[in-house]
């Protein structure tokens, strides 16, 4: 049973909703990028409309690729957290059902990963715990950001969040949409090649640095993108936090403590990196991710995690499955 828990899945319905508020223009994706790449984004998307939204072309791909299941989530451009918190609320819905939806056609094949309304903490918790004990929802994808602010400044007041998401045991899977702060990262699709990891990499330091992590040692953080840049420099957080006392203020445990309770995808395009990764957060850590239907995503998952020197059968059977299993509630056969 191989699994798949980094996928995308648009929901036109929302996409419409969306529309009078234009969000593209209001994206750090779109913003921080140069007019060609504009171009290439767009000739993407309707291209691969067919690839995000259709099902039996999902499960044609999904039978290619050698994948079982798909933890289907929504893709990053449908997160809406620019809209006011009214409209913020009702586009989640939108987007949830859309998947909720998706699952229902086959749900030996598909589980779902919401989204809700991180711009009002209170929608967002009243919209996880209808997605989750409702709709049937295994996690919940959030971006790295909130309009350009951390996910833990206290102005979101997300810490209740946090705290809910590890009470009903869902994962927590952090996705970019682009670093919010571009500016040199226009050109050359930076803010995507360089720029969603560095997203994640910041994110996921506030979540350890804050305290985020220290106070609900139950959350199941999983990392988009092999974890960003965090799992190949790791010790220099270490040592920030024994060397100065600003970097300890909150944490009681070096930084990487907490990095090796997160998991992360395979999505690192070179099996000496990913057997770095799985060296240094565990085989048991470490899930299968394609980024599907994306042209920045691993078309053959299986055969990049094949190719990766050394890798025992029982290393091989805990990340292709039995940890995605656990983590998203999937009983396995």
Known sequence: MRIDLHCHYVHPEAGVLASAINPVLKEHAYIFANDLTRQVNGRQMQERSALLSDIPTRLAVMDRMGIDIQAVSPSPFQYYYMADAVLGAQLARSVNDGIAAVVASHPDRFVGLCTVPLQDA????????????????????VNGNVNGADLTDPAL????????????????????????????????????????????????????????????????????????????????????????????????????????????????????????????H????VVIGTDYPYDMGEEDPLGLLNSVAGLTDEERQLITSTTAAWLLGIERP
């Open 282 to 285: 565990g085989a048991d850590h």
């Open 157 to 280: 007041g997300l810490e209740p969040f946090f705290a809910r998401v590890a009470e009903l045991g869902v994962v927590l899977f952090i996705h970019p949409n682009g670093f919010s702060d571009a500016c040199r990262l226009s050109d050359h699709y930076f803010n995507n090649v360089i720029g969603n990891p560095l997203e994640t990499t910041v994110a996921a330091s506030h979540l350890i640095f804050d305290g985020v992590m220290e106070r609900h040692p139950t959350l199941r953080v999983l990392l988009a993108h092999g974890g960003g840049y965090l799992a190949h420099y790791w010790a220099r957080m270490d040592h920030a936090h024994r060397a100065r006392e600003d970097c300890r203020t909150v944490i009681s445990e070096p930084p990487s403590t907490y990095l090796r309770r997160m998991y992360v995808d395979t999505i690192t395009f070179d099996p000496q990196m990913l057997r770095h990764l799985i060296d240094t």
């Open 122 to 141: 209170e929608a967002a918790i009243a919209e996880l715990d209808r997605a989750v004990l409702q709709l049937g929802m295994r996690g919940v994808e």
